[in-house]
């Protein structure tokens, strides 16, 4: 069954250093999202992604995070300059088209120390 | 604004006991509601949705759910769990057709005891 594939599964990272997360969507997918998870709180929406722009972005999702479709495959979230605050679960998704069910990655989990 | 409380962070059951896992939504327009599961050490994974129909709705894994417009609930049951259902649930909530952004709740934690 096809699967969102996400890397690093886990990475730690110095408080003010770039951080890039990276997600294979499923690959007839056209539409791409982030979720974040800080531990012990709920999943939280930061983005989605159709046709190669930003379709709709929480408030969570200022200026320091950004997000590419830099090829067929990969979709990144870029986090500029990381803070503690910043130390979370990333969950990569993709759903076929609008409507459809959104089919979440395992997720990386990001440490900043 | 919508928001989605599951009333349980724990649940705790023996195996093959029913269990059933609350979830409310607030939401001033029509909804689409979900259960997704996480496994240890695997992604969100799709239970069920409701969108529209039947209120009663079926998932994978003999789970099922029943929308009440009225109690603005959506609760989880399964008749008999396994140890294999211990998992993390999450409820979640969109507004409008589809599930382009999806509201979770603070999951609830399942655990089987033998």
């Known amino acids: 069954e096809p699967e969102v594939t996400q890397t690093p599964s886990h990475q730690v990272t110095q408080m003010g250093q770039e951080v890039i997360l990276r997600c294979v969507p499923i690959s007839n997918h056209l539409y791409f999202y982030w979720y974040r998870q800080i531990l012990g709180q709920k999943v939280e929406f930061l983005v989605s992604f159709y046709n190669n722009e930003i379709s709709e972005k929480s408030e969570i999702f200022d200026d320091q995070f950004s997000v590419e479709r830099p090829d067929g495959s990969n979709f990144t979230l870029k986090i500029r300059s990381t803070k503690l605050e910043d130390s979370a679960m990333y969950f990569c998704?993709?759903?076929?088209?609008?409507?459809?069910?959104?089919?979440f990655g395992e997720g990386s989990w990001l440490t900043v120390v | 604004a919508q928001s989605v409380t599951q009333l349980d962070s724990q649940v705790p059951v023996f195996e093959e006991a029913p269990v059933e896992l609350r979830c409310n939504y607030s939401?001033?327009?029509?909804?689409?509601l979900f259960w997704y599961v996480q496994y240890p050490n695997q992604g969100l994974q799709l239970l069920l949705k409701?969108?529209?129909?039947?209120?009663l709705v079926k998932g994978i894994n003999g789970f099922e759910a029943e929308f009440n417009k009225s109690q603005t609930s959506f609760h989880l049951r399964k008749p008999s769990v396994h140890i294999s259902d211990t998992a993390e649930y999450f409820c979640?909530?969109?507004?409008?057709?589809?599930?382009?952004?999806?509201?979770f709740g603070q999951g609830t934690r399942l655990t089987i005891n033998p």
């Open positions: 409701y969108l529209s129909g039947s209120t």
């Open positions: 979640a909530v969109s507004e409008g057709r589809g599930a382009q952004k999806l509201v």
């Open positions: 939401s001033s327009v029509s909804v689409y």
């Open positions: 998704a993709s759903s076929r088209d609008w409507g459809n069910t959104i089919y």
